[in-house]
């Protein structure tokens, strides 16, 4: 299922005018099937997805957002005359430390320590994770939609002290126009997931382009 995130820090007028180091890890999945609407458990069941497997799959070799993603994030930057490099980090939930918010402050946290990131030179950590794909909506077991979708979440958070500075969702379904089923191409598809990316990124803009 498709699912947001549920706090949202809003980045400041000023944010652009320090000279801090940014870090960005990015996270973009490989194009997938996501599911929009109330189910059950048995609606769930009988709703795998099998069938638009095959579809993914075509659309998944000749589309790839990430150059498009990273040339945004390093473009924005850029205009802004603020240090963008990424980095290498292997962010695994299962062997990192949680983050002890400190009980005199109302700042948000990551959950996860990052601090010792500032080892790689950098003051700021810019973390981007992608979703992208065919967005089926349900009615129960019935489908009611077909969507190119993407999601994508950012967050910048202060290595200092571990803060969340920027936080926000900016999540995109574009109806196919058309059917979804038209192989051997699937051109339907794959230009709602691409209309669906390029929306997403102007969201992304709204709020990061101060």
Not at 36 to 57: V, Y
Not at 180 to 209: C, F, H, M, R
Request: neutral net charge; proline residues 3%; contains cysteine.
């Amino acid at each position: 299922m498709i699912t947001g995130c549920a706090v949202k820090v809003a980045l400041t007028s000023s944010y652009f005018q320090n000279q801090n180091k940014v870090g960005v890890l990015y996270t973009i999945d490989t194009i997938g099937f996501y599911k929009m609407g109330s189910q059950g458990l048995l609606d769930m069941a009988m709703t795998a997805g099998n069938k638009f497997q095959e579809p993914i799959r075509v659309v998944g070799g000749n589309f790839d957002p990430t150059m498009k993603i990273k040339g945004f994030y390093q473009g924005i930057f850029d205009s802004k005359g603020k240090s963008l490099k990424e980095i290498e980090f292997d962010y695994d939930e299962q062997t990192m430390s949680k983050f002890e918010k400190p009980s005199s402050s109302d700042k948000n946290y990551h959950k996860y320590d990052l601090t010792s990131l500032k080892e790689k030179g950098i003051d700021e950590l810019l973390m981007v994770n992608v979703r992208y794909g065919l967005a089926v909506s349900y009615y129960g077991f019935i489908e009611t939609g077909y969507f190119g979708h993407c999601t994508i979440n950012s967050e910048i958070i202060d290595l200092t002290d571990n803060s969340v500075i920027y936080k926000d969702i900016s999540a995109i379904n574009e109806k196919i126009k058309g059917k979804w089923e038209t192989p051997p191409d699937y051109e339907p598809l794959k230009n709602s997931i691409s209309v669906a990316v390029d929306k997403a990124i102007q969201l992304e803009n709204g709020k990061l382009n101060k």
